[in-house]
């Protein structure tokens, strides 16, 4: 099974502001939807929490909270207490690629695990509250990247890049 996160990250390395995205490009968001739709996506509990509820769960995925709390439940989700209770509900259900997507405790705790990463590198220093883990670029290597610029819909330039781990 293939781990991959996947995120959007600004030139600073924030990734959230109140529980919230700090940003707005449609486009990213339908990129995610595109690139997780029928996959496993591994979550923390203040990120499924942040999701509106409309959207709880995600649609088209099977959705994995990860929480210390023995007493949380969120409908239609699975709910596992470790990180790598998630990965193995993926490998028991034969899932080829699956993501973690979020919040940034999440993403550390999977970064040891993590085969694949999707980044939308944003073009910009935003402010922000939660922030991506670090990480060192030599141990990955860029496969693909596609630049967008700005538009009507995106006030900042953003480039999808997908890194694989280094053998």
């Known amino acids: 099974m293939i781990v991959s996160l996947i995120a959007a990250v ?3 390395g924030v990734i959230g502001k109140n529980n919230d995205l700090p940003w707005h490009l449609p486009d990213d968001m339908k ?3 595109q690139t997780t739709k029928g996959h496993h996506v591994v979550m923390g509990r203040k ?15 099977t959705n994995i909270v990860v929480t210390r709390q023995e007493k949380f439940r969120a409908p239609g989700c699975i709910i ?3 990180i790598e209770r998630a990965l193995e509900v993926g490998e028991q259900n034969a899932e080829p690629e699956l ?3 979020g919040g940034a405790e999440i993403y ?5 695990f993590t085969n694949r990463m999707y980044l939308t590198e944003i073009h910009a220093h935003i402010d922000g509250d939660v922030f991506f883990p670090e990480f060192d670029k030599q141990a990955w290597k860029e496969v693909s990247r596609i ?3 700005t538009d009507e819909r995106h006030a900042q330039p953003f480039d999808f890049v997908i890194y694989d781990r280094q053998k």
């Open 10 to 12: 600004s030139q600073n």
């Open 31 to 33: 990129y995610f939807m």
């Open 47 to 61: 990120n499924y929490d942040s999701i509106p509820e409309k959207f709880r769960p995600l649609p088209n995925r």
């Open 80 to 82: 596992v207490h470790s």
């Open 99 to 101: 993501f973690i997507i």
């Open 108 to 112: 550390r705790q999977g970064f040891a």
């Open 147 to 149: 630049p967008h610029g």
